[in-house]
Nanobody
Framework: QLQLVESGGGLVQPGGSLRLACAAS????????LGWFRRAPGKEREGVACISNHDRSTQYADSVKGRFTISRDNAQNTVFLQMNSLKPEDTAVYYC?????????????????????WGQGTQVTVSS
């Protein structure tokens, strides 16, 4: 059974850091583009970052550039999202996904086509 499981979410003060991890089981991540997405209350799910499987090129949403870093460890079958300088507007449920194309610009409907395996999500709350 293909499964992605996120961890590392929690409550953090503005300016703080969190590191999210997403572990795969039932399949290897080597052959997949990996992405992180988030859904804030009342908003559509949006792309945050993605990393390719061929050259490990990355793409970031403008709102997180310079603050978030995506990385992958194929040996651990895990993808990470290091989040620094967190802001209250980063509060959301964060999801990892495995798919075919590295893009953070697709809308939610297209995301579901491009990325065919999703985790259950982990809550990140940035508040003082």
């Amino acid at each position: 059974q293909l499964q992605l499981v996120e961890s590392g979410g929690g409550l953090v003060q503005p300016g703080g850091s969190l590191r999210l991890a997403c572990a795969a089981s039932g399949f290897t991540l080597d052959d997949y583009v990996l992405g992180w997405f988030r859904r804030a209350p009342g908003k559509e799910r949006e792309g945050v970052a993605c990393i390719s499987n061929h050259d490990r090129s990355t793409q970031y949403a403008d709102s997180v550039k310079g603050r978030f870093t995506i990385s992958r460890d194929n040996a651990q079958n895990t993808v990470f999202l290091q989040m620094n300088s967190l802001k209250p507007e980063d509060t959301a449920v964060y999801y990892c996904a495995a798919g075919k194309i590295c893009t953070v610009y697709a809308n939610e409907a297209v995301q579901s086509i491009i990325y065919d395996s999703w985790g259950q999500g982990t809550q990140v709350t940035v508040s003082s």
